[in-house]
């Protein structure tokens, strides 16, 4: 029997205009672009579909518009009855996870990150701090390359475990330059310094997380109604507060989290989200995986083709 994963991505993956074709023609997907305007007090759905590129690519824009998009994919997954075994989302992807679980409303999602990514912003001034994708490294010789060039330079750390042969690496921006050098002549096959405006998912986040421990006190949290595999565990989430909290400074253990899927009979995967980059990551975990993209109109109906057609 089928078992089926609803996965979220994370930073990155915006794009103007993306949920759009949803937003038209689902009334399930208009409720939740709806809600997020309120919720902000702006009109944050302009924004998504008419706005700047470099607008929505700042950090505390990005990241409650993507929940938004996530969450509209899901509530119409859903509506079409889909009824999925696991969730899990990449980074802040875990926050449309839980809300597809039920453990948090949407609205206190979408006004949580917007304080998440408020906060990681001012973190690390803008060009003190560097991410960079290693790939063609085994993990034990990325973590000897970050430890030395944390000695040599500055603090830099594994950030993504993202699949075999392909880690982020994350810290200040001397650490990361000395880590790029230290992992090219470790063998790595590329080493490419990512666009990104701070060290996600390393140490100097941990005063974000600080303030994020506020916030999240402030939030509902109800029981999990399907299983939300944590970043920081590749285990369902227990304790979410302190998870969420955690993640903001702690590697994503997105390999692991696909791993266990795999592991728990998980052989559909459905990507809730504009574009395929989780898509891409679960084939270099499982090439055997059926993996569906969801982010318009003939994704979805392709993806709830495949699902009813497993069932029977």
Same mark, same amino acid.
């Given at each position: 029997m089928t078992k089926i994963a609803v996965l979220f991505p994370g930073q990155g993956s915006q794009a103007i205009g993306m949920g759009q074709e949803l937003f038209e023609s689902h009334q399930e997907a208009t409720h939740i672009f709806?809600?997020?305007?309120?919720?902000?007090?702006? =009109?944050?759905?302009n924004k998504i579909f008419n706005g700047e590129e470099d607008e929505l690519k700042q950090t505390a824009n990005a990241q409650p518009a993507l929940v938004t998009v996530g969450v509209a994919i899901w509530s119409v997954l859903k509506a079409k009855g889909l009824t999925p075994d696991f969730l899990a989302g990449h980074s802040?992807?875990?926050?449309? *996870?839980?809300?597809?679980?039920?453990? %948090?409303?949407?609205?206190?999602?979408?006004? *949580?990150?917007r304080a998440r990514g408020t906060y990681m912003e001012q973190a690390v001034p803008n060009g003190q701090g560097a991410m960079a994708a290693i790939l063609g490294l085994g993990r034990e010789e990325l973590v000897q390359v970050t430890k030395q060039a944390t000695e040599e330079a500055g603090v830099v750390e594994p950030a993504n475990f993202n699949c075999p042969g392909q880690i982020v690496i994350s810290g200040s921006a001397e650490g990361v330059e000395r880590?790029?050098?230290?992992? @090219?002549?470790?063998?790595?096959?590329?080493?490419? =310094?990512?666009?990104?405006?701070? =060290?996600?998912?390393?140490?100097? %986040?941990? =005063? *974000?997380?600080?303030? %994020? @421990?506020?916030?999240?006190?402030?939030?509902?949290?109800?029981?999990?109604?399907?299983?939300?595999?944590?970043?920081?565990t590749a285990?369902?989430?227990?304790?979410?507060?302190?998870?969420?909290?955690?993640?903001?400074? !702690?590697?994503?253990?997105?390999?692991?989290?696909?791993?266990?899927?795999?592991?728990?009979?998980?052989?559909?995967?459905?990507?809730?989200?504009?574009?395929?980059?989780? !898509?891409?990551?679960?084939?270099?975990? !499982?090439r055997r995986a059926t993996v569906l993209p969801v982010y318009d109109n003939d994704t979805l109906e392709a993806a709830l083709q495949v699902v009813e057609e497993a069932k029977s």
């Open positions: 709806e809600a997020a305007d309120k919720a902000l007090g702006e =009109p944050f759905t802040l992807g875990e926050y449309s *996870a839980l809300v597809a679980a039920g453990t %948090m409303s949407f609205e206190d999602a979408v006004k *949580a990150v880590a790029i050098e230290l992992a @090219r002549e470790a063998g790595a096959r590329r080493a490419l =310094p990512l666009n990104v405006s701070g =060290p996600f998912h390393s140490s100097l %986040m941990k =005063p *974000a997380a600080l303030n %994020m @421990r506020d916030v999240l006190q402030t939030i509902e949290l109800s029981e999990q109604q399907t299983p939300v595999i944590a970043n920081v285990k369902p989430a227990d304790d979410v507060r302190d998870l969420l909290e955690k993640q903001i400074y !702690s590697p994503v253990l997105w390999e692991d989290t696909i791993s266990y899927l795999v592991d728990q009979g998980v052989d559909t995967f459905i990507e809730a989200g504009p574009g395929k980059v989780l !898509s891409g990551l679960v084939k270099k975990v !499982s």
